[in-house]
């Protein structure tokens, strides 16, 4: 069994900054690359940013220079830093991991349950 969890969202002014974790468990014997979607109301999820297991990231051209992701391969862990937040960047945020279970020949992506990100004007 494989469970991510979200923690971090929540209600912020314009401007301000918010940072975003996800840690996977259950039998996972390696994750190869972790990323953080984003859904607002109305509109279809699209990435944000994503980092390799050797640290490679890319991100989103709206968010590039604002947001930071890193990871934290012993705790199996994804941050998500994001500054001078805008409203637009209102949207519930998912978390994503491509990995290995144990056992298992084939990687596999599974999502965490969404953190909500409200940005006030």
């Known amino acids: 069994q494989v469970q991510l969890v979200e923690s971090g969202g929540g209600l912020v002014q314009a401007g301000g900054s918010l940072r975003l974790s996800c840690a996977a468990s259950g039998s996972i014997l390696s994750i190869n690359a972790m990323g953080w979607y984003r859904q607002a109301p109305g509109k279809q999820r699209e990435l944000v940013a994503a980092?390799?297991?050797?640290?490679?990231?890319n991100y989103a051209d709206s968010v590039k220079g604002r947001f930071t992701i890193s990871r934290d391969n012993a705790k199996n862990t994804v941050y998500l830093q994001m500054n001078s937040l805008k409203p637009e960047d209102t949207a519930v945020y998912y978390c994503?991991?491509?990995?290995?279970?144990?056992?298992?020949?084939?990687?596999?992506?599974?999502w965490g349950q969404g953190t909500q990100v409200t940005v006030s004007s």
């Open positions: 994503n991991a491509d990995l290995y279970l144990y056992y298992s020949d084939d990687a596999q992506g599974y």
């Open positions: 980092i390799t297991s050797g640290g490679s990231t």
